[in-house]
């Protein structure tokens, strides 16, 4: 079993930055993916971005796209959402996901095997 525990989440305004982290311990494996998804109150589960084990492959949806970049450290188990330009409408909890292979359609939350607890994530002045 993989455990995720995410942290970074917090408020800011419309315009600013913040970066979440994500560790994951437990069996891990070298031909993982992970990443973000978000919920938004009164809305469905949505796919922000997802990352392989070694960096080089990476898959983001068009809303975040330009604004925020998903970075991985392997040596760490830990992965990255940089978040940057940062809108009210990416108010959401922030969720870490874990497959330990690439599945399709990765923007679907049923191929993603572990979750973390998620993070609250508050744009507004």
């Known amino acids: 079993q993989v455990q995720l525990v995410e942290s970074g989440g917090g408020l800011v305004q419309p315009g600013g930055s913040l970066r979440l982290s994500c560790a994951a311990s437990?069996?891990?494996?070298?031909?993982?993916?992970m990443g973000w998804f978000r919920q938004a109150p009164g809305k469905e589960r949505e796919f922000v971005s997802s990352i392989n084990w070694t960096g080089n492959g990476k898959y983001q949806s068009v809303s975040v796209k330009g604004r925020f970049t998903i970075s991985r450290d392997s040596a760490k188990n830990t992965v990255y959402l940089q978040m940057n330009s940062l809108k009210p409408e990416d108010t959401a909890v922030y969720y870490c996901?874990?497959?330990?292979?690439?599945?399709?359609?990765?923007?679907?939350?049923?191929?993603?095997?572990?979750w973390g607890q998620g993070t609250q994530v508050t744009v507004s002045s």
């Open positions: 437990g069996r891990t494996v070298s031909t993982s993916y």
């Open positions: 996901v874990y497959a330990p292979v690439y599945r399709n359609p990765y923007y679907s939350a049923d191929v993603w095997d572990n």
